[in-house]
């Protein structure tokens, strides 16, 4: 399934992107998920599209590398839980 992305990632205080309305972790992960968790993800998209409706861009920041890693980290720490 395609990604959502529009290459206008901006990231608010609970790092959803205000240019695809994905999670950090969503984008960082996106190519290992099946088109199952593609398609949760897209009924989420239009839910926080509304949500966040007129934030203010002073309010976001580019995706830095460390939240990159950040991101990896958690992705891989909920992997191994759920395999204990």
């Given at each position: 399934?395609?990604?959502?992305?529009?290459?206008?990632?901006?990231?608010?205080?609970?790092?959803?992107?205000?240019?695809?309305?994905?999670?950090?972790?969503?984008?960082?992960?996106?190519?290992?998920?099946?088109?199952?968790?593609?398609?949760?993800?897209?009924?989420?998209?239009?839910?926080?599209?509304?949500?966040?409706?007129?934030?203010?861009?002073?309010?976001?920041?580019?995706?830095?590398?460390?939240?990159w890693?950040?991101?990896k980290?958690?992705?891989?720490?909920?992997?191994?839980?759920?395999?204990?």
């Amino acid at each position: 399934m395609d990604s959502p992305c529009i290459a206008s990632c901006k990231l608010n205080a609970d790092k959803i992107c205000i240019g695809c309305y994905r999670h950090i972790e969503e984008i960082v992960d996106w190519n290992k998920r099946s088109d199952a968790e593609h398609a949760v993800i897209y009924q989420k998209l239009a839910e926080r599209k509304l949500q966040l409706a007129g934030t203010p861009a002073d309010t976001t920041s580019a995706i830095t590398q460390a939240e990159w890693q950040q991101a990896k980290a958690a992705i891989a720490l909920k992997k191994q839980s759920q395999l204990s």
